[in-house]
C-alpha cells in the first residue's frame, strides 16, 4: 500500500550545538580570533548597492572559500526566484579541508529546517526564519582547521534572479585536537514502502548527532505518525534507544501541533487528508540535549529507523518532498 513520501535532513555534528550560543557573561571576555565575513555585497560597496548575485540553471556559485583555522558561526540568505518550491532546487554544499566530497549536501530549505520547497518561519536556537519563510538563518557552528568552501546549485528550470548571502565566520589561531567537522545530509523516497524500517542515518565514526529534520507528504487519508524510532549504535543488535512514537520523538503528543520552540517544532502540519503535508523539527534531538547530545559512537554512529518504511534515495535532490 502506498502511504506517503518521506524527504528528511539529517543533521549530525561533533561539538555540542550549545556551544554557538554564549551567555551573557561572556561579553565581557576579550577573545583573540577575528571577525570575518563572506557575503554578496556588491564590490564597488563605495558606491554601488548590488548586494546579490544571479544563478543560471546548473550553475554553481561559490559562496565562501576561507582558509583556516576557523569556524562558521552564522548564515544568512534571501531568494528572490520565480520558480515554485525553489528551495528545494537550490542545492547547498560544504567542503572541510579541501576534501573531495562534500560533508554538507542538502537543499537550501532542508538545511534551515523546512522541506517542501516552502517558505514557512521557523523559530528554534539553531535555526531561525523570518520575514514569512524568506529570510534564513543557520546558526550552527561548523570549525575548519584548513579550509572551508560554500557552494549553492541551481537545479531547477529557471534562473535564480537574486541571491543575498552574508556568511558569518572567525579566524582562528588553532583548534583543539579533538574538534570535529559539522556534516548534514538528504534523504529520500517517493513512495516509502510499508513494512520496512525507513533508515535515516547509517554513520561511521566518533560523533554527536543533532537531529532529524522530515518532511511528510501524504498519500492516503491517516495519521502517519504511529511509527517509533530506533537507533543502533556501535553494530548492536538490539537498539539502545527506542521511541513511543513518531510525535513523541518530535516532541509532541497526540499528533502534531504547528509551532516552533528552541529545541523542537513543527513549523508545518497539514492534517490527516491525503496530499497534505507536515514538516516537524526536532533540532538538537527535540529535547534539550544541546548539551549534551546523544552518546559519541565508537566504531559506528548512531543508525536510526523511522515507520512508516522505505529505503533512501541515492540522489540528493529529489521532486517528491
Same mark, same amino acid.
Given at each position: ?18 556551544s ?29 548597492? *548590488?548586494d546579490?548575485? +544571479?544563478?543560471?540553471? @546548473?550553475?554553481?556559485?561559490? !559562496? %565562501? /572559500?576561507?582558509? #583556516?583555522? $576557523?569556524?562558521?558561526t552564522?548564515i ?40 517542501h520547497?516552502?517558505d514557512?518561519?521557523?523559530g ?45 565566520w ?9 574538534t ?6 538528504? *534523504?529520500?523516497e517517493? +513512495?516509502?514502502?510499508? @513494512?520496512?524500517?525507513?533508515l !535515516? %542515518? /547509517?554513520?561511521? #565514526?566518533? $560523533? ?9 507528504r ?11 524510532e ?18 513523541d ?27 497534505n503535508r507536515s ?5 538538537a ?5 544541546l ?27 529529489g521532486?517528491?518532498?
Amino acid at each position: 500500500m502506498r502511504l506517503l513520501a518521506l524527504a528528511l535532513t539529517v543533521l549530525l555534528v561533533g561539538v555540542p550545538s550549545a556551544s554557538q550560543l554564549p551567555s551573557l557573561q561572556s561579553l565581557t571576555q576579550l577573545r583573540n580570533d577575528i571577525p570575518q565575513r563572506a557575503s554578496s555585497s556588491d564590490a564597488d560597496w563605495r558606491n554601488g548597492n *548590488r548586494d546579490a548575485r +544571479p544563478i543560471e540553471p @546548473g550553475e554553481t556559485l561559490v !559562496l %565562501a /572559500d576561507l582558509k #583556516g583555522p $576557523g569556524k562558521i558561526t552564522h548564515i544568512w540568505c534571501t531568494v528572490a526566484a520565480a520558480e515554485p518550491q525553489y528551495s528545494r532546487l537550490l542545492v547547498l554544499r560544504i567542503y572541510w579541508d579541501r576534501e573531495e566530497h562534500p560533508s554538507v549536501e542538502c537543499p537550501l530549505g532542508d538545511f534551515c529546517a523546512m522541506g517542501h520547497g516552502w517558505d514557512v518561519s521557523v523559530g528554534s536556537l539553531p535555526v531561525r526564519v523570518t520575514a514569512n519563510g524568506r529570510a534564513r538563518n543557520g546558526y550552527w557552528v561548523m570549525p575548519f582547521r584548513k579550509s572551508a568552501r560554500v557552494t549553492v546549485t541551481d537545479e531547477g528550470r529557471l534562473p535564480m534572479r537574486l541571491f543575498f548571502y552574508n556568511i558569518d565566520w572567525r579566524q582562528l589561531r588553532g583548534l583543539p585536537r579533538d574538534t570535529a567537522h559539522f556534516h548534514a545530509m538528504y *534523504r529520500q523516497e517517493f +513512495p516509502t514502502a510499508m @513494512g520496512r524500517n525507513y533508515l !535515516l %542515518a /547509517d554513520i561511521g #565514526g566518533r $560523533g554527536h548527532y543533532v537531529g532529524t529534520m522530515l518532511s511528510v507528504r501524504q498519500l492516503a487519508s491517516r495519521w502517519w505518525g504511529e511509527g517509533d524510532e530506533f537507533f543502533f549504535i556501535d553494530g548492536e543488535s538490539e537498539p539502545s534507544l527506542r521511541g513511543t512514537g513518531t510525535e513523541d520523538y518530535f516532541g509532541d503528543a497526540s499528533g502534531l501541533s504547528q509551532q516552533s520552540v528552541p529545541f523542537y517544532g513543527a513549523p508545518l502540519v497539514g492534517g490527516q487528508a491525503a496530499g497534505n503535508r507536515s514538516t516537524p523539527v526536532p533540532l538538537a534531538d527535540s529535547r534539550p540535549r544541546l548539551v549534551p547530545t546523544l552518546p559519541s559512537a565508537g566504531d559506528r554512529a548512531p543508525r536510526r529507523g523511522e515507520q512508516p518504511r522505505g529505503r533512501p534515495s541515492d540522489r540528493v535532490r529529489g521532486a517528491g518532498g
